[in-house]
């Protein structure tokens, strides 16, 4: 008869160092295709190919946050619906840590010098919204889909991502799509609403990640 395996705390913290230094340095793949792998690639000027660049490295950063917020909030989620909603979360926006990392790359684009520290403080985010309860964790994950949401839609603007950068534009698109689905997905199960004191936090704290991580 299988038996599952049980982990001890030490089996939690080496897997979550695991996950923190392979998010951080790039060892992940994506499950989908990227939909800018059929794309052809458009000629940019130097000016458009450094404003894509810095973006897209805004992108990468937010799923490098993405990642950890989900595993700060799994650590601690207790429902076995919630778990599996932001596991799935998780899975699709680990396509989006790729895709992003694989445009760069593309691009001749580094990645924020600050990702560490993203990570860090989103992880402990992720727990104490955990600490608060499954749905509250819900209310937390349908609200920063919804800003990220918001955020894409203004990167797809024809001031910010290059009307001729058409890879990058269908990579944020489908981004776009995803982050709307998991915030529905929470609304769906039961998240809780966010005061709006949380709201603007959150915002406030997404306007300096996005500063940061434009220039450094």
Not at 64 to 79: E, F, H, P, S, W
Not at 175 to 184: V, Y
Request: charged share 25%; net charge negative; aromatic share 6%.
């Amino acid at each position: 008869m299988n038996q599952s395996r049980t982990y001890s705390l030490t089996d939690h913290i080496i897997m979550q160092l695991q996950s923190a230094g392979e998010t951080i340095d790039g060892h992940y793949k994506s499950h989908r295709l990227s939909p800018a792998h059929d794309v052809k690639e458009s000629v940019l000027s130097p000016r458009e190919k450094k404003k894509s660049v810095r973006y897209m490295r805004v992108n990468h950063t937010g799923e490098v946050c993405a990642q950890a917020l989900y595993r700060g909030q799994l650590i601690m989620a207790r429902d076995k619906t919630v778990k599996n909603a932001l596991e799935a979360a998780a899975l699709e926006e680990m396509d989006h840590l790729a895709w992003c990392h694989e445009r760069l790359d593309q691009l001749h684009g580094r990645l924020s010098l600050l990702n560490p520290f993203w990570y860090g403080q989103s992880f402990l985010i992720g727990v104490c919204a955990g600490l608060l309860g499954d749905t509250w964790s819900l209310g937390f994950l349908e609200e920063t889909e919804k800003q990220v949401e918001n955020h894409l839609g203004r990167h797809l603007e024809p001031e910010q991502l290059p009307l001729s950068d058409a890879k990058s534009r269908a990579i944020v698109s489908q981004m776009q799509i995803d982050e709307a689905h998991h915030g529905q997905s929470a609304h769906e199960i039961g998240a809780e609403t966010l005061p709006d004191l949380f709201k603007k936090l959150m915002k406030w704290q997404s306007l300096v990640m996005t500063t940061l991580a434009y220039w450094i």
